[in-house]
C-alpha cells in the first residue's frame, strides 16, 4: 500500500508539471507560428525601380514566383535565387535586354545589362570611328524600345583626271571685212588631275570638295578674228557716202576701210583771226602740230578721239587732216578750219554728222 501510495504521488506530481510546461509553451508556438505568417518588410530593385514591398515568400525564388517574374541565365541577381529572405532584405535585379543596332548594312541585335547608348555598344564590341554619327547620343539612356542607328563617316582625299575645255576668244579686227572671220589660233584641250576631299556615309558620297587641281597640261583657247572693217564708198563731187556696207559697193568713186565711225558729231568752223593772234605774229595760221593750217584742209580734233596727223571723212564736207587741237573742242565735236573770219560764220553749227576716221594715209 505505501508502494502504490509513494507511485501515485509521483504520477500526480508530473501531471502538475507537464500541464505547467503547456500552460507556457502553447502561446509561445501560437507567438511564433503568427510570427512565421506576418508579411517580412524588403527592399526590392529591378532594373534601377527600387520600392519597399512586403512578402510571406522564405526564399528569393518564391519573391519572385510571387511577382511572375522570370529569371534567365543572362539576368543579374543578387543576393542567389536560394537565399532566404527576412526583414529588411534588399533583392536587386537587373535583366538584360534586348537592343536592335543598325550598323554596317545590317542589323545587330545586342543583350545588355546596360542602360546608355555608349555602354550598350561597348558591350557589343562595336567600335566607332572619329566622325562616326550615332543616333541616339553616346550619353542618352535606354529604354526597352530603343533602336541604335550608327552611321559610319569616312572622310578621304581622291584624285581625278579632269579635262580642261578651252573657250573660244572672239576679237574684232578692223582689217577684216565686217562679218567675215578668221581663226588666229586653234583651240586645244588641257589635261589636269584634280584632288577632291570626298565624305561618304555608309559608303555612299554626299559630298565632294575640289582642295586643289594640278594642271598637267595648260589649254589652248581657240582664238577667232571678227571683221569690223565697213566699205565705205562716196562721190567725190558731192563730198557725199553713196554705199556703205560689209564688202560689197555700188559702181563708182573712191571705196575706203575706215578704222573708226563716229555719229552724231557737232561741227564748227574757225579761220585765222579766230586764232586771236595779230596776222604779222609768226604763229599766225598755225597749227597744233606746227605745220601752216589750210582751208579744205586743217581740222582742230579731240586727239584723245581723233589722232593728230590722221585723216577722217567727213560726210558731207569731204576729206580732212587732223593737225590742230582747241580748248573747246573735245569729244565728238570738230572745228574745221575755212578761209576767213566771213566763211567761219557762214558755216555755222552742224549737228549730227558722220565721220569715217581712216588713219595716217589718205585712200
Known amino acids: 500500500m505505501e508502494l502504490r501510495t509513494v507511485w501515485e504521488r509521483q504520477k500526480n506530481r508530473a501531471i502538475v508539471v507537464l500541464g505547467s510546461l503547456a500552460l507556457v509553451l502553447v502561446p509561445m508556438i501560437g507567438y511564433f507560428s503568427a510570427q512565421a505568417t506576418q508579411p517580412k518588410q524588403i527592399t526590392f530593385s529591378m532594373d534601377g525601380d527600387t520600392r519597399k514591398v512586403g512578402t510571406k515568400a522564405s526564399t528569393v525564388e ?19 535565387i536560394h537565399a532566404k529572405i527576412k526583414d529588411g532584405t534588399t533583392i536587386t535585379l537587373h535583366t538584360r535586354w534586348t537592343i536592335p543596332v543598325q550598323v554596317d548594312g545590317q542589323t545587330k541585335v545586342v543583350k545588355t545589362l546596360k542602360r546608355d547608348v555608349a555602354g550598350a555598344l561597348q558591350e557589343a564590341g562595336i567600335a566607332l570611328g572619329k566622325q562616326d554619327r550615332v ?40 582689217v577684216l571685212s565686217k562679218g567675215t572671220t578668221r581663226v588666229m589660233q586653234e583651240g586645244q584641250e588641257g589635261k589636269a588631275i584634280g584632288h577632291y576631299k570626298v565624305i561618304t556615309e555608309n559608303g555612299k558620297e554626299v559630298s565632294r570638295e575640289l582642295i586643289k587641281r594640278d594642271v598637267i597640261t595648260p589649254k589652248k583657247d581657240r582664238i577667232v578674228a571678227v571683221g569690223t572693217a565697213v566699205a565705205v564708198q562716196i562721190d567725190d563731187k558731192s563730198n557725199r557716202v553713196v554705199a556703205s556696207a560689209a564688202g560689197m559697193v555700188s559702181r563708182g568713186g573712191k571705196v575706203f576701210r575706215p578704222k573708226q565711225v563716229l555719229n552724231g558729231v557737232t561741227l564748227t568752223a574757225y579761220s585765222p583771226a579766230g586764232g586771236g593772234k595779230h596776222p604779222s605774229s609768226p604763229g599766225y595760221g598755225r597749227t597744233a602740230t606746227g605745220v601752216k593750217a589750210k582751208a579744205g584742209h586743217t581740222i582742230a580734233v579731240d586727239p584723245k578721239v581723233i589722232p593728230l596727223g590722221w585723216w577722217v571723212f567727213i560726210d558731207g564736207i569731204g576729206y580732212r587732216r587732223a593737225e590742230d587741237v582747241g580748248g573747246a573742242i573735245k569729244g565728238a565735236k570738230i572745228d574745221v578750219f575755212v578761209g576767213t573770219e566771213a566763211d567761219a560764220v557762214q558755216f555755222g553749227r552742224k549737228r549730227n554728222r558722220t565721220v569715217y576716221i581712216i588713219g595716217p594715209h589718205k585712200p
Open 135 to 174: 543616333k541616339p547620343a553616346l550619353t542618352d539612356s535606354l529604354s526597352k524600345q530603343t533602336t541604335i542607328v550608327v552611321t559610319r563617316v569616312e572622310e578621304k582625299v581622291v584624285q581625278q583626271e579632269e579635262r580642261l575645255a578651252f573657250q573660244e576668244l572672239r576679237k574684232n579686227d578692223s
Open 62 to 80: 518564391q519573391f519572385l514566383a510571387e511577382r511572375n517574374i522570370t529569371v534567365t541565365e543572362d539576368d543579374l541577381l543578387q543576393p542567389d
